[in-house]
């Protein structure tokens, strides 16, 4: 079974600073990988997806950007973080239209 | 844009009582629906999904849900009630259609609190 990887856990970052968080996926390949951000009140929002390696679609305007080096890593950048950067970060795979989504433990980030 | 709406955003109910949450989406056309939960501290999971088929589907922990395609809604129901069902539950929507990245988008959540 599939099994996605997401660290650190929590992050607490001051403003301006550089951000990455990595998610890895094991037990499938070619998945299409998504990173989500969970805000109090307004659920999940979609921020990047990628159906393959190098191919990053971008759901909304944002100081973030999103990377796939590999088929099974999915990064989340910034070169300079704002305190609305702020929240839970989540990572998800699926393996297409006829499956459903599989999301991993996600990253807290605090930017002070 | 397609759009999933919960109405509800936080729900509070007594141990044994009936649950219904509501889920409306916009878009018109086939739809893959799902809902997930969130306990206190753990992961996103799967409650139950619909992609075809019975329109009254059966989940996990003795969660259904119906899909009213004339109405566009799918509502989460439990007949009733445990004070371990307090978490938070989101309605999720894809389209269904080869491409676009099989995206799904999610309504803002409710929260319910179960009652001892």
């Known amino acids: 079974s599939q099994t996605i990887h997401q660290w650190p856990a929590t992050l607490v970052q001051p403003v301006g600073s550089p951000l990455s968080l990595e998610c890895t996926v094991e037990g499938t390949s070619n998945p299409n990988l998504y990173w989500y951000r969970q805000a109090a009140g307004r659920g999940l929002q979609l921020l990047f997806y990628s159906v393959g390696i190098g191919q990053i679609s971008s759901e909304v305007p944002q100081n973030l950007s999103a990377s796939r080096p590999q088929d099974r890593q999915f990064i989340l950048s910034s070169k300079k973080l704002l305190l609305s950067d702020s929240g839970f970060y989540l990572c998800a795979i699926t393996r297409g239209t006829a499956y459903g989504y599989t999301f991993g433990s996600g990253t807290r980030l605090t930017v002070v | 844009a397609q759009s999933v709406s919960q109405h509800n955003h936080h729900v509070i109910l007594s141990e044994a009582a009936s649950l219904e949450l509501g889920c409306n989406y916009s878009y018109g056309g086939t739809v893959n629906l799902f809902w997930y939960v969130q306990y206190p501290g753990q992961h996103l999971q799967l409650l139950l999904k619909y992609f075809s088929g019975d329109p009254l589907v059966k989940g996990i922990k003795g969660f259904e849900a119906e899909f009213i395609k004339s109405k566009f809604s799918f509502n989460l129901r439990k007949p009733s009630v445990q004070w371990s069902d307090t978490a938070e539950y989101f309605c999720?929507?894809?389209?269904?259609?080869?491409?676009?990245?099989?995206?799904?988008?999610f309504g803002t959540g409710t929260q319910l609190k179960v009652e001892l």
């Open positions: 999720a929507v894809r389209r269904g259609l080869t491409g676009g990245g099989n995206k799904l988008t």
